[in-house]
């Protein structure tokens, strides 16, 4: 049950192995996401003209995107750490989504906007490539918008649902004004998000 402590969730043996599965599928799928953005980053693609680029920047939105998704994030993981069943659906749904984003990459190759501002995340730079160069070719979907999302679709209370789409449509406009995303790779962001929350099992409502 979502409800269960702790103490609760550590003295039933199944959901210990749960938590051994899941951290050791998240561990390789991180490792092999790491392994494909460097080879992302050097893989030519597409190139279109996104209309709304055309309307407005490039702006530099690093620092507002910065504070409002690691905010957010540190945010979720307080909150979620209360009740370690919904902890370890988001960890899977993450891991769920990570594989999502994998093969739309893979799919549907696509090369920077021309106008776009690089947007320096030294944590996640460090994390996927090991180096600190910013990723550029990363596009389809925007990582930062879907997580948020998903955060969203995993988390029971409606307060902190409504929060976390909010903060996912700040944060999708600000991607978009810098240039680092085209507004396709915000537009689906949300979709992939709920489809990684469902096939996981970790929808929850109010």
Same mark, same amino acid.
């Given at each position: 049950?979502?409800?269960?402590?702790?103490?609760?969730?550590?003295?039933?043996?199944?959901?210990?192995?749960?938590?051994v599965?899941?951290?050791?599928?998240?561990?390789?799928?991180?490792?092999?996401?790491? =392994?494909? &953005?460097?080879? @992302?980053?050097?893989?030519? +693609? #597409?190139?279109?003209?996104?209309? $709304?680029?055309? #309307?407005?920047?490039?702006?530099?939105?690093?620092? !507002?995107?910065?504070?409002?998704?690691? +905010?957010?994030?540190? $945010?979720?993981? #307080?909150?979620?750490?209360?009740?370690?069943?919904?902890?370890?659906k988001?960890? =899977?749904?993450?891991? $769920? /989504?990570?594989?999502? =984003?994998?093969?739309?990459?893979?799919?549907?190759?696509?090369? !920077?906007p021309?106008?776009?501002?690089? &947007?320096?995340?030294?944590?996640?730079?460090?994390?996927?490539?090991?180096?600190?160069? !910013?990723?550029? =070719?990363? /596009?389809?979907?925007?990582?930062?918008?879907?997580?948020?999302?998903? %955060?969203?679709?995993? &988390?029971p209370?409606?307060?902190?649902?409504?929060?976390?789409?909010? /903060?996912?449509?700040? %944060?999708?406009?600000?991607?978009?004004?810098?240039?680092?995303?085209?507004?396709v790779? @915000? @537009?689906?962001?949300?979709?992939?998000?709920?489809?990684?929350?469902? $096939?996981? +099992?970790?929808?929850?409502?109010?």
């Amino acid at each position: 049950m979502a409800t269960q402590t702790w103490k609760q969730f550590l003295q039933d043996k199944r959901s210990i192995t749960l938590v051994v599965i899941t951290l050791a599928t998240l561990f390789i799928t991180l490792f092999s996401y790491m =392994r494909f &953005l460097s080879a @992302v980053e050097i893989r030519t +693609g #597409v190139r279109f003209v996104d209309p $709304m680029h055309s #309307v407005i920047g490039p702006i530099d939105m690093t620092w !507002p995107i910065f504070i409002l998704l690691y +905010g957010a994030l540190v $945010m979720a993981i #307080v909150t979620m750490c209360r009740t370690p069943v919904i902890l370890f659906k988001a960890v =899977r749904a993450y891991t $769920m /989504l990570i594989g999502i =984003r994998i093969i739309c990459m893979w799919l549907l190759p696509l090369d !920077p906007p021309a106008t776009m501002i690089a &947007l320096q995340d030294p944590l996640v730079q460090l994390l996927t490539t090991g180096n600190t160069a !910013p990723l550029t =070719r990363d /596009l389809f979907f925007s990582g930062h918008t879907s997580i948020l999302c998903l %955060v969203g679709f995993v &988390l029971p209370q409606r307060t902190l649902k409504i929060i976390f789409f909010l /903060l996912a449509a700040l %944060v999708g406009v600000a991607v978009i004004l810098q240039h680092v995303h085209y507004s396709v790779d @915000v @537009v689906i962001a949300p979709l992939a998000a709920w489809a990684a929350v469902s $096939m996981a +099992g970790a929808a929850e409502t109010s």
